[in-house]
């Protein structure tokens, strides 16, 4: 299908959502993409953060065909071994007690936020300006832009935002009857924002002196996506509760929530699909080809070098969680397109969200090209 003919599907069949880039995609091989016309380009995107082992990795092909036919769905009414080897692992990975899976990062924050309440018997969640956490009602009512929420009103009863970045805001904005703090490691959706050092460790202590919980969304930044494993990880933090999806499944849609000192009773929560054996099964070879590949220091390596390499701008973020300030998101990463290379944008801050197995010659076409461009 041509972009045209796509265009005109789109303005017939479906709401008017998606800024969409100016491309049809049809498939995809580990960082290169190929549009209809035969077009490559330099993934730096990855369906947004998600493509974490690039496209179709070999093993994650042999994985999807060998347990589609063992497989697909089994529900939670049974046991399946795929699922418990994957919470298993996680919980290993992360040092969290307790594992819930659920199909998307919104589903993933519903969890944090029925967990916290259920937990503390309080109804206050104290989110971050500029926090981008879902769109479900839940979810969106973390979530800060105002364009966004606005239209929904009103949200869950509850909801504040502290400026992110500003601990005398965050200790403002916790009380009495706030259940937890949620808070992005590093904003994600607002364009790969770093935090100073010690704040994530300040709005711990904020939160569990308040007797609240420490939900770390990791959704975005997890699994090696900023030069760790967890980004929260080497922050001498300890949250409660912390939200997984995007990178988990490597383009498979699936969601986790790592929890500790919290728990659910039975019936509290649930959902037919979560945990499914194929995406837990999908899970597992993400991890390990994550770390059979090194692509957690990968990430790291590979961003430093792109930010040394474009140290002549305004770059922030990290591993391969960048943003690149300029005067048009949109208008450079179309100019960016033009050149074969497929960036995201937030506003005016390019973002760059390669898939992980990104090399240096591939990062050398990316620097080269935007330093062009800027
Ligand atoms: C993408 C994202 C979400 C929402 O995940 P969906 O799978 O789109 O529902 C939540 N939090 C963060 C930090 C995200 O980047």
Redesign the pocket.
């Known amino acids: 299908m041509d972009l045209e003919n796509a265009m005109r599907a789109e303005k017939a069949l479906f709401p008017d959502l998606f800024n969409r880039l100016p491309v049809v995609l049809e498939r995809g091989q580990d960082v290169h993409v190929w549009d209809a016309d035969g077009k490559k380009y330099l993934d730096m995107f990855a369906g947004?953060?998600v493509s974490s082992i690039g496209h179709a990795h070999p093993r994650m092909v042999k994985t999807i065909s060998a347990q589609a036919a063992k497989m697909i769905h089994a529900s939670n009414w049974v046991f399946t071994e795929s699922q418990l080897t994957l919470a298993k692992k996680l919980a290993d990975l992360s040092g969290m007690e307790k594992v819930f899976f659920t199909n998307?990062?919104?589903?993933?924050?519903e969890t944090a936020i029925k967990l916290a309440r259920k937990a503390t018997g309080r109804t206050g969640i104290v989110s971050m300006e500029g926090?981008?956490?879902?769109?479900?009602m839940g979810?969106l009512s973390a979530t800060w832009s105002k364009k966004y929420r606005e239209p929904f009103e009103p949200l869950i009863p509850g909801f504040s935002f502290a400026r992110y970045d500003d601990i005398s805001s965050v200790e403002a904005a916790v009380g009495e009857d706030t259940a937890a703090i949620i808070v992005?490691p590093i904003l994600?959706?607002a364009g790969a924002i770093v935090p100073h050092g010690s704040f994530l460790k300040d709005v711990e202590k904020i939160a569990h002196d308040a007797g609240a919980l420490l939900i770390v969304?990791?959704?975005?930044?997890g699994f090696g996506r900023c030069g760790q494993m967890f980004a929260y990880k080497g922050q001498g933090i300890s949250p409660d509760i912390v939200?997984c999806?995007?990178g988990l499944g490597g383009g498979f849609?699936l969601?986790a929530v790592l929890f500790s000192g919290c728990d659910f009773d039975p019936g509290q929560h649930g959902g037919t699909y979560n945990g499914g054996p194929l995406a837990c099964e999908v899970a597992l070879t993400v991890l390990s080809v994550i770390e059979d590949e090194g692509l957690v220091a990968n990430s790291k390596k590979m961003g430093d070098y792109i930010k040394e390499g474009l140290s002549s701008h305004s770059v922030h973020g990290a591993g391969l969680m960048l943003g690149v300030d300029t005067d048009d998101g949109r208008g450079n990463a179309l100019k960016l397109m033009k050149r074969g290379i497929i960036p995201i944008y937030s506003g005016n801050i390019l973002r760059l969200l390669p898939p992980l197995t990104l090399k240096k010659e591939h990062a050398d076409i990316v620097i080269g090209n935007i330093s062009e461009v800027l």
């Open positions: 947004v953060a998307d990062g919104a589903g993933a924050v926090a981008f956490h879902g769109r479900t979810a992005e994600g959706e969304d990791e959704i975005q930044t939200t999806a995007k849609p969601g």
